[in-house]
């Protein structure tokens, strides 16, 4: 008994780790994505002032 309550207690510390480096990763790409977007639009904006 006290071997499968180790078992399940360990299973259930790396399906916490592997949620926690998904949640890393997520916030990563949202970083990632927005540091594009405004770049993107910085670019765009400085077309569109330097055009007119």
């Known amino acids: ?3 499968l309550l180790l078992v399940l207690a360990a299973i259930f510390v790396v399906i916490w ?4 480096a998904l949640g890393g990763l997520v916030n990563l790409l949202w970083i990632g994505f927005l540091i594009a ?3 993107w639009l910085f ?3 400085r077309r ?3 055009h007119s």
Do not use: A, Q
Request: aromatic residues 12%.
């Open 1 to 3: 008994m006290v071997h």
């Open 17 to 20: 780790l592997v949620f926690h």
């Open 37 to 39: 977007l405004g770049v």
């Open 43 to 45: 670019g765009f904006l």
């Open 48 to 50: 569109r002032l330097t």
